[in-house]
């Protein structure tokens, strides 16, 4: 079926550091979106994208449908960006596939 | 004010007894789904509905029944319990199925004794 490969799976940073994140998908998506877990087990939505790019803040996605690939960069990271990240993405039907999740730690 | 609405937040069952869990959503949202996530695995699919009615169905056991009285409720049964089935289960929403953007509820926890 189709695949979501993300990674890293945990991610550590400093604050006012930068990294990012990435969704490898085994199939041509027609959509993604990456969310972050809280500390009470919500899921927030971050972005929602069927191609290019999008900024809010300090984050920024990008998608590339063709290459089969989604990143989410972080930069100024701060201790309130802690938390697991997840990718999910879809073929345009009934469903999302979501990947394993990355845990991010930001530490003073 | 939360726009989706899941209860209970945990629930506690013994094997063998059947549950329900309850998911509304005031988005005004036409498509609605379940979603399961079991410890050290990442949310799967369960069903999806679009206007009431079952879109697609990736649950592999009938003990799994999803309930649509109203357009913006979508509860899930599920009858004689397994330790298997203890896992968080998410509803979620979107404005029609075929790719558009899904919204989580918080989410119920099941623990199957």
């Known amino acids: 079926g189709d695949q979501v490969e993300q990674s890293p799976s945990a991610l550590s940073l400093h604050e006012g550091t930068g990294s990012a994140l990435r969704c490898n998908f085994t199939?041509?998506?027609?959509?993604v979106q990456w969310f972050r877990k809280n500390s009470r087990g919500s899921l927030i939505n971050l972005f929602y994208?069927?191609?290019g790019t999008k900024e809010n803040g300090r984050l920024k996605s990008a998608f590339d449908s063709k290459e089969r690939y989604s990143t989410l960069h972080i930069r100024d990271a701060q201790l309130e960006d802690s938390g697991t990240y997840f990718c999910?993405?879809?073929?345009?039907?009934?469903?999302?596939?979501f990947g394993s999740g990355t845990r991010l730690l930001v530490s003073p | 004010d939360p726009k989706i609405i899941q209860k209970p937040k945990y629930l506690v069952a013994v094997t063998g007894s059947e549950k329900i869990l309850i998911c509304e959503q005031y988005?005004?949202?036409?498509?609605m789904y379940w979603y399961r996530q079991s410890a050290k695995k990442p949310l799967e699919f369960m069903f999806s509905?679009?206007?009431?009615?079952?879109?697609d169905n990736q649950t592999a056991s009938s003990r799994f029944q999803p309930q649509s009285s109203k357009k913006n409720h979508l509860d899930l049964q599920i009858t004689a319990l397994k330790p298997d089935d203890s896992a968080t289960y998410f509803c979620?929403?979107?404005?029609?199925?075929?790719?558009?953007?899904?919204?989580f509820g918080p989410g119920t926890r099941l623990t199957v004794l």
């Open positions: 979620a929403s979107s404005q029609d199925t075929g790719g558009y953007e899904q919204y």
């Open positions: 199939t041509t998506m027609r959509a």
């Open positions: 994208l069927a191609s």
């Open positions: 999910a993405a879809g073929t345009g039907g009934y469903k999302v596939v």
């Open positions: 988005l005004g949202h036409n498509a």
């Open positions: 509905y679009s206007y009431q009615k079952l879109m």
